[in-house]
């Protein structure tokens, strides 16, 4: 019986192994948002009006898809619990990477070869404006905003790595 739990014990800590070593050599990029611009309804004007958004150097981990089995990358903001959008598909040839949202109200674009992306977020904003089927008013909504930066691929780990 001993002898029957270090077997299961042993396999179970390679199976462990063998799925941190895999997902540690699937491509993962760090992207670090410069800067973002958009629009919000300002109470004073009474109207739109363009302006800068805080990006406080927001971070998003672009990664192989792992809650999402039939989508090939998933895009997670650096803090979040939540996968902020999701990949149908893989890079192109150009090297674009293309995601959004469930709702159709962020996306996410990408492109490996020159390391820029660029989101855009319309969450509660200009277009969301229906304020007898949503009660969402001008007053109400969130603003839009687009953001840009920089992705750099991250340091595979491998084993030695687990364990420094």
């Known amino acids: 019986m001993h002898l029957k739990?270090?077997?299961?014990?042993?396999i179970s800590f390679l199976m462990f192994l063998l799925i941190i070593i895999s997902s540690a050599h699937a491509?993962?990029?760090l992207c670090v948002a410069d800067m973002s611009v958009g629009f919000k309804f300002k109470y004073e004007t009474k109207s739109w009006e363009k302006t800068d958004f805080e990006v406080n150097k927001s971070k998003y981990l672009v990664r192989k898809s792992k809650l999402f089995p039939k989508y090939a990358y998933e895009v997670e903001k650096v803090g979040d619990v939540l996968t902020q959008v999701s990949c149908k598909n893989d890079f192109n040839e150009y090297g674009y990477?293309?995601?959004d949202d469930f709702w159709g109200v962020i996306e996410f674009r990408f492109n490996k070869n020159n390391g820029r992306f660029m989101l855009i977020d319309t969450f509660m904003g200009y277009t969301s404006v229906l304020p007898s089927i949503n009660g969402i008013t001008d007053e109400k909504s969130s603003g839009q905003y687009m953001e840009i930066g920089k992705c750099t691929i991250k340091k595979e780990i491998g084993i030695k790595g687990l364990f420094d």
């Open 27 to 29: 491509e993962e990029y």
């Open 5 to 10: 739990i270090k077997n299961i014990m042993k």
């Open 97 to 99: 990477l293309i995601c």
